[in-house]
């Protein structure tokens, strides 16, 4: 849940199914993350279902105020959103991270806050996780209701280009955020000021889904009964109805918040805005599954006063609709879509249609060649007697027939000659014939000596069957030759050992001497 003031609390809290909320903390508390850094708390600033947000400061000798530059997410140990998002924070959202990827990326910035700093702390006998941020100002989903439930469209256009951008670099990551909405969707601390263009961070990766596994592979899509329906309601995409996210199922939430904040509602939501609270999850899924197969339907519930609906989001719709699931979403035309409403996406479009225009009518049956896909040409011959091509041609000499020849020679050697076809150097030498017998080897052991002698008394019927062994015998059927030669040894020990005590006395020291004297 996206965090409220303080002031704005009801009186008797309410947890999260599964979840169980912290005891308050008093301000001046100490807490030292991983890296044994203090931090002070301040005045609780917000609360949620899971737990509480303080005002924090990195300087633990003086009184944490309300300008202070950071906030702390404090849950009990038993809970595990906070968990999940301190993970994600540590292996995705570390400052030198972000600064690699907008240098490589050529850009400025990127709407994910860094990771400031984590730990454990023990209040009482009862022990906490918390997570450090840096404090950031209004989000967008109080600023979607102050406004009367509808936001400008060159500010929806601003968000929707910054959050694509953040959609990236977690999708690069192979993360998912999986609960994209207005109330995680917040301003700069001074980016009040919505006639400009403010700088939104995505926050609360509570629910951030791992897509992808440690050898880089896409998970696939799997009906997962205990994670479905995830997320909240209203924005939940098709694929995280069925328990699994995936980098379309972002898309596919992201798409539904533009719509809500530029026609006001959507069309699974009630007259006045929300869910209500006996809503079924099964029919709101099957409602965004009828209309993402029906776009032009869509669009005309979500804008029926408008004769015609903002291209941007119609062909952002269209082109989340025909996304496969493990698909890598074309972030640059999306982010087109929404740039300057659309203008430099349409001018381009405009101007490729004019240009394959022009050359249909400059040339005359002139081969289309599909875009995006190489094509694949022969090798041409480069220095043709050291290296073979494709294109390279095997001259063969023709010798010239002459009868007067092949009359001088001799009868009896002509009919000797063996003809043997040209074998050209690119063809594979013939197989050899095959054999009855497989040839051994050149140093063959005992064992396979005896099997292959035995195969071929069995091929010519000299083999005869051997009577079977009695019960004594140490003979079994899955014994090899090798094994039958140790038994064979071994009965014959036990044999002589057999003689030998019957025949010859026992050995004692009077028989001995007895023998020497003799």
Not at 177 to 205: C, M, T, W
Not at 278 to 288: L, R
């Amino acid at each position: 849940m996206a965090p409220r003031r303080a002031e704005e609390c009801p009186l008797k809290r309410v947890a999260a199914p599964g979840c169980r909320l912290p005891a308050r903390l008093p301000p001046g508390e100490i807490l030292t993350d991983i890296t044994q850094k203090k931090w002070k708390l301040g005045p609780r600033l917000g609360c949620g279902g899971f737990g509480d947000i303080y005002l924090a400061s990195d300087d633990v000798n003086k009184t944490v105020g309300q300008d202070a530059k950071y906030v702390i997410k404090i849950e009990p140990h038993h809970n595990g959103p906070l968990f999940v998002e301190m993970n994600f924070y540590i292996r995705v959202a570390r400052q030198y991270m972000i600064d690699d990827y907008c240098q490589s990326q050529k850009i400025s910035r990127i709407g994910i806050p860094a990771y400031e700093g984590s730990g454990s702390h023990v209040w009482k006998g009862e022990r906490f996780r918390f997570l450090v941020m840096p404090r950031y100002g209004i989000d967008i989903g109080k600023l979607f209701l102050s406004n009367g439930r509808k936001l400008p469209t060159k500010l929806v256009n601003n968000l929707a280009i910054q959050m694509l951008d953040a959609l990236e670099y977690i999708h690069s990551h192979g993360y998912a955020h999986a609960d994209v909405k207005g109330s995680n969707i917040v301003l700069e601390l001074n980016g009040q000021n919505i006639s400009g263009n403010p700088r939104a961070y995505l926050v609360d990766f509570g629910l951030a889904y791992r897509f992808k596994t440690a050898a880089g592979i896409h998970k696939p899509f799997v009906h997962d009964e205990r994670r479905a329906h995830e997320g909240t309601l209203e924005f939940t995409s098709r694929d995280a109805h069925h328990g699994t996210h995936s980098r379309r199922g972002d898309m596919e939430t992201l798409g539904y918040n533009i719509l809500q904040w530029l026609c006001g509602k959507l069309p699974w939501e009630k007259e006045e805005g929300g869910m209500r609270a006996s809503c079924n999850p099964e029919e709101v899924h099957a409602q965004k599954e009828t209309l993402l197969s029906d776009i032009p339907l869509f669009m005309q519930k979500c804008f029926p006063e408008h004769k015609k609906p903002p291209a941007a989001i119609m062909a952002y719709m269209k082109y989340i609709a025909s996304l496969d699931f493990e698909a890598k979403p074309n972030y640059s035309y999306l982010r087109g879509l929404f740039n300057r409403g659309g203008k430099i996406e349409r001018t381009l479009q405009s101007s490729v249609r004019r240009k394959r225009v022009s050359d249909e009518n400059n040339s005359c049956e002139r081969p289309i060649k599909m875009p995006y896909l190489r094509e694949r040409r022969p090798c041409k011959p480069v220095n043709g007697e050291g290296r073979i091509t494709r294109n390279t041609q095997v001259t063969v000499d023709v010798e010239e027939f002459c009868w007067e020849e092949v009359l001088a020679r001799h009868p009896d050697k002509l009919a000797k000659v063996i003809v043997q076809p040209t074998i050209s150097p690119l063809t594979p030498p013939p197989s050899p014939p095959p054999q009855l017998l497989p040839s051994p080897p050149s140093l063959p052991t005992y064992a396979m000596l005896h099997v292959l002698q035995r195969i071929k008394d069995r091929q010519s019927g000299v083999l005869k069957q051997k009577p079977k062994s009695y019960d004594h015998e140490l003979k079994v059927k899955w014994m090899t030759p090798a094994m039958e030669e140790v038994a064979k040894l071994k009965r014959n020990k036990q044999s002589n050992n057999a003689k030998f005590t019957t025949m010859s006395p026992r050995l004692t020291r009077s028989r001995v001497a007895q023998q020497k004297r003799k």
